[in-house]
């Protein structure tokens, strides 16, 4: 499908939900817009076309979607090549495993951001009791239903490729225990669209964003001053 008008992303620039439809747009080759917002000072025009106040939000032309899943939704269903699979229910249960994607990348942003210790590790465990549930589910290779990339891939990215910057940065956080979930995780992050979905500098920024939030976590990082 040719847009008549060039699509336009509302991000900021470390969201990982906003970075799961860049994702989806690079895969696809649709060229489109990025544009950034401080989300501490949001203007008047984004909460006017943003019911719940957040990012990710696309705009073609006047028209306005939110929710990064219902964007990718809809970027899948108009421009190919499909990242959903055909069979209703394999589709049915892909979305259900988007959604528990969402929980994790809550459960690793409230571990990388909590300041005392006793959260910090309450959270890494209810991480890790996820991440094991998600271990055992991966029984299809290379990628997540077999051999082709998915909508599942382009959820989970970003976490994949946050738990890796941690797990190199603090020895508080380790994907040793996770074979499976770390080759899906290499295969992931070695793909173009992938790889070219963060902005310039994301792993200093995001280290940086960690530091200034006072996360317990950071308190561990090598190089305070990044």
């Not at 917002?37 to 990012?55: Q, T």
């Not at 964007?71 to 990242?83: A, F």
């Not at 992938?194 to 090598?222: C, G």
């Amino acid at each position: 499908m040719t847009f008549k008008h060039k699509p336009e992303l509302i991000s900021f620039q470390l969201c990982p939900f906003v970075q799961r439809s860049v994702i989806t747009l690079l895969y696809k080759n649709i060229p489109f817009h990025l544009r950034f917002i401080d989300l501490k000072n949001k203007p008047d025009w984004f909460l006017e076309i943003s019911p719940l106040g957040k990012v990710p939000v696309l705009k073609i032309g006047d028209e306005v979607l939110f929710e990064s899943q219902v964007i990718n939704e809809y970027l899948d269903e108009v421009s190919p090549p499909q990242l959903h699979p055909t069979d209703p229910l394999i589709k049915a249960k892909n979305r259900a495993w988007i959604e528990f994607g969402s929980s994790l990348i809550i459960a690793h942003h409230q571990f990388t951001t909590s300041k005392e210790q006793a959260q910090m590790e309450r959270f890494l465990k209810e991480l890790h009791n996820k991440l094991k549930i998600l271990e055992s589910r991966l029984d299809q290779k290379p990628f997540f239903n077999g051999k082709e990339f998915s909508q599942v891939e382009t959820a989970y990215a970003p976490l994949m490729i946050r738990l890796k910057i941690i797990e190199q940065k603090t020895s508080l956080f380790s994907l040793k225990d996770y074979p499976k979930l770390s080759a899906w995780f290499n295969l992931t992050c070695h793909i173009r669209a992938v790889q070219d979905s963060t902005i310039d500098q994301f792993e200093k920024l995001y280290l940086e964003y960690l530091v200034n939030a006072e996360s317990f976590l950071s308190k561990d990082f090598p190089d305070k001053s990044l």
